[in-house]
């Protein structure tokens, strides 16, 4: 007859009492001389973790629970560092800046303040002399996505060049123009310094 982990074969019954339990006591081992521990312990243990599975079952996948816990941080992190978006007013009105400075190609945008309708754009460029200078810009939006108004340094532009710039709007979102918004300044004046 075969016998099960323990030592007992399958039909018996191991109770606190009796031949049963006195017989299952007599086929322990005892622990060895150098203090390891004995087989039937190393038995039950094998038992135990064949039961559970999960050291078997981590041993086994350890590798593909590893590659999908980097590769959900790595992701995690990229999508941490993208840059945020704004609505597409803001790539309407740093549209309207770049036709009004000498270089738009030196065109930053520090930071950006919502007032009711009314968008301001803090930026930096490079002047025809080569100097950086720092100007916000005020666009003025009607319901309809137009502009109303438009200054630079509160000085309005005209209502002329805020009415052709109008029938180009349409233009200006089909070719979904730049709406990144800037970190911010770390609230120093040399986190505005460009290089």
Same mark, same amino acid.
């Given at each position: ?65 590893? +590659? ?15 840059? +945020? ?61 137009? +502009? ?8 309005? +532009? ?38």
């Amino acid at each position: 007859m075969s016998k099960d982990v323990g030592g007992h074969t399958p039909g018996s019954k191991v109770g606190s009492s009796g031949a049963g339990a006195a017989g299952a006591v007599s086929k322990l081992r005892p622990v060895s001389a150098r203090g390891g521990a004995s087989d039937a312990t190393r038995e039950f243990k094998a038992v135990v973790y064949r039961d559970t599975g999960m050291k078997a079952t981590f041993r086994r996948h350890w590798k593909s629970i590893l +590659l999908g816990t980097s590769v959900f941080f790595t992701l995690f992190i990229l999508w941490g560092m993208q840059p +945020l978006h704004g609505t597409v007013h803001i790539g309407i009105c740093r549209t309207l800046i770049e036709t009004q400075i000498k270089y738009p190609t030196s065109l930053k945008i520090t930071a950006i303040e919502w007032f009711k309708n009314n968008l301001r754009i803090y930026f930096t460029h490079i002047d025809s002399f080569g100097q950086n200078r720092s100007e916000f810009f005020e666009c003025e939006f009607k319901p309809d996505m137009t +502009l109303a108004d438009a200054r630079i340094n509160r000085k309005t +532009l005209g209502a002329d060049i805020v009415a052709n710039f109008n029938k180009t709007i349409p233009q200006v979102i089909a070719s979904k123009p730049d709406n990144t918004i800037p970190p911010g300044y770390k609230g120093d004046l040399l986190s505005l310094k460009r290089d």
